[in-house]
């Protein structure tokens, strides 16, 4: 089982918007930082983007600087990723995940040791 828990995802046209969600099913990661990661088909899972424990810091990778912001509600333990101008690009299994690391966001994926099992993004053109 999973220790977190992604919705949000779907099919959206280039140009679209989506926001994924992401919880904990067990303890709470209000303590840590967390992070969003995404696998394409035949691609290796690659960094998105990152924040801190507070929320205060965030890390984006370069190519979804300005179109995606993540964010965090710790009184929902809720976890966030809104996405903006879509592109084929961006269609993926998305993941999100937590690391004992609490600042900065790690940007690699060995930092994180708590996983969800992924909500597929699918942009058509």
């Known amino acids: 089982q999973a220790d977190l828990v992604e919705t949000g995802g779907g099919l959206v046209q280039t140009g679209g918007s989506l926001r994924l969600s992401c919880t904990s099913s067990?303890?709470?990661?209000?303590?840590?930082?967390m992070g969003w990661f995404r696998q394409a088909p035949g691609a290796e899972r690659e960094f998105v983007a990152g924040i801190s424990y507070t929320g205060g810091i965030q890390s984006y990778a370069d190519h979804v600087k300005g179109r995606f912001t993540i964010s965090r509600d710790k009184t929902k333990n809720l976890l966030k990723l809104q996405m903006y101008n879509l592109n084929v690009e961006d269609t993926a299994v998305y993941y999100c995940?937590?690391?004992?690391?609490?600042?900065?966001?790690?940007?690699?994926?060995?930092?994180?040791?708590?996983w969800g099992q992924g909500t597929q993004v699918t942009v058509s053109s």
């Open positions: 995940a937590a690391s004992n690391i609490l600042t900065p966001p790690p940007r690699s994926e060995g930092d994180y040791q708590f």
């Open positions: 067990g303890r709470a990661f209000n303590d840590v930082a």
